[in-house]
């Protein structure tokens, strides 16, 4: 059993007390002993004495009776155990009694000697038995002596009756010493009990109440000290709170990892994604909470290498052994100079979007088989009525003709546009990439706009060459941005105006631009401009001849070619569009 | 409580000749018998009333409780200082038992008319004598040659302490003369005695030849001497006597003392009279004299008058 302060300081009280008590009694015992000892043989001397001063004349006087009177006197005295009175021959004259059966009895050689020689005290001792013997003189001649027989025994009584007591009165004083210890230690750790409560209120996160500081002393000291520590620590933990309830409330889970790998924390939205307590997470490897290839590894790899990393997509493993899709970003967390490195994932729940995507992906997919395959018929259909295929068409059927004709070919760009986006959304989009020489692709496209531009009498015209720049890129998806830029340039220009293409070198990359000389692009939907299905208004007709998805693939594609793509523009004055590539 | 004391009171100071010290504790109400109503008086000798009293009481109230049928109801305990008031108490009836060792009751008897009717075995035994014993190496071969010397007695009114050996003594011719110093020249025609009041100073007196012979209660006497009785030799034994005696008042109703005599005589049967018996001085019983009272008491009246003297004082 482990003892607290209160029981060992009580319990080395007690034994202390009870040690001092046995030396004390002890010694006192002793004390007493010497001294009652002593007592007994000075009483018996002194009644011997007396018995003897008393039996002197009925000694002289041979008066027996009145010796007997006096030693029964004597008998009854306590620890007496026999009284003789005896003549100068050393035989008994009385015992005290009416019996009398010592009389004419011998008392011991020695003392009759004695008698004979002295009239001082002769005193002897056996076992428990002293034996004082007083001649009795007269005249100068031995008359006899009395003898008296004394029991120390009662001195035995005595020390052990004394024993007793001082027993009695050290118990009764180990009892009060051992309730006085109890009380000064209660005292004393009453304080440190409320300390230890408040601390470990403190450490379960409770409220902690100030300490009565009821004394100056090293208590009070301590009551005090715990109360600034308190108070200094809740405005720490004032902050805390705040930044432990925004990551409760936050939706991202967010997982801190020890430099070993294990989870050290994690935020309820991890708790209620995973569908475990935050007890059963702390401490497990963070591979089996975060489903990357390598586990910890990729997680130390992708932030060691690249710095703080996001948009990574990997998998949280949850209870039922299900996974969920997740978006995570991964951040090295300094510690103190002493303790390596921990890891800071935020981790966003893609199964939502990942829904989202499966059903758009099964649309689109739906549009390339239901629509575009009929779309190509019906175009290919009307391209031979146009052509003249299924005989000449009268004016009126030929003008219904081409309207449908260019209203399908319109459905097909939106359709591809649409499988288009899809596809780079989805990073499904094939890309063969090749070194190319820059300007003759910038021709093909140009050449391919061309007929474009003539519809809406808008001239192509390119300006500027770069003779012999090479990039490095899918030259299809290079002339569907240049055409799609191009197609924008001409739709926006002003009839009979020109589209000026320049082509030139900034450092290292090579740039495509295209200026047209339109309306330009209001500033409010400047930033719309790459989104998908942007729209400058309503109002321009020509707008909704266009899908609202180019420049928005057009970006996409940029990105994935490693260039870049963006636009100047001034109202009234016109825009330039710059299409940026790293030259090979 | 108080009135209750108050009637115990008066009944100890109605009991007549019975003198109380003031010391004593008040004695209990006297057993009564139902219809009856006459009084038994039983009388002592004793210088300490207040002991004899108390020794005397349930004894007294056994007797009366048992003589109701010849009219007694109450017992009464008479004690006197003197054996000449104790005459004149059986002379005036007011003590109708006497009982005492036998000199004291051959006393009354001459004196007063009393008669003996039954013997007293006292401290178990019926009856006593004295011895008279000197030193062995003394030189006293016979009681002649007392003669000139001093001999202790014990107490002045012990029959075999004093009275048996002096009037033996005296019955054989010497003339004792009492002494109070033992080493009192005693002419020599005369025997000296003095009272050594205790038959062990009597028996140390003599070894320590204080004085020339001793006598004592021949019962006492082995004890006494113990391993020094080598150095004894008994001079004297007097005659057996009663050890205690019964004597009833001269006139007394002769049925009332044949009713006396049969309570007493069955006392020892009885559990109730063996208790009373027992604290009684330890009386074993009483009986009647073997061969009559005048053969058990013939030698004591004749010896009578050599200690009549002593009794009468």
Redesign the interface.
Known sequence: MRLGLKGRFVAFVMATTVAFGVVLTALAVRTQNDRLRHELVERGKLLTTVIAANATDAMALLEVRELRRVLAEVLDQENVLEAVAFDEDGRVYTDGTLENPSRHTPIGEAERRHTIASDALLVEFSGDVMTVTRPVWLGGRPLGGVRLRYSLAGLARDQAALARRTAMVGAIFTVLAVLAAALLTEAVTRPLKEVIRATRSLARGEAVPTLRVRTSDEVGELAAAFNEMTRRLRETTVSRDAVDRVLGTMGECLIVIGPDGTIDRVNKAVCKLSGLPEDKLVGRPCDELIGTPEGFRSLIDAVSSEGPVHGLETELLVKDGAAVPMLVSVAPMAQSSDRPQAFVVVASDLSERVRIESQKDEFVAMIHHEVRGPLTAVHGALGLLAGGVAGELGDRARGLVEIALRNSERMERLVDDLLAARKLDAGKMDFRMEDADLMPLVEQAIEATSPYGAKFEVLLVLDERVEGARIRVDPDRLIQVLTNVLSNAVRFSPAGETVTVSVTRREKNLRVSVVDRGPGIPEEFRDQVFEKFARAGPDDWRHQSGTGLGMSISRAIMEELGGDIFFESEMDVGTTFFVDLPEA | MARLGLALLAAVLLAPGCQQTPNEPAPKEPARTSGATGVLSVGSVSLNPGREYQTFRPFADYLASRLGEVGIGNGRVVVADSLSKMVADLQRGSVDLFIDSPFPVAFVCDRAGSRPILRRWKRGSDVYHSVIFVRADSGIASADDFRGRIIAFGEPFSTTGYLLPKAALASSGLRLVNYEDPAATIQPDHVGYVFS??A??T???VL?K?VAAGAVNADYFEA?A???IEELRIIHRTEEVPRNVVCVRDGLDPELIRAVEEVLLAMDEDPQGRSVLSGFEQTARFDRFPGGSADQLGRVMELLAYVEEDLGR
């Open positions: 009041n205790d062990e100073n028996m140390f007196w320590k204080k006494l113990g391993s020094r």
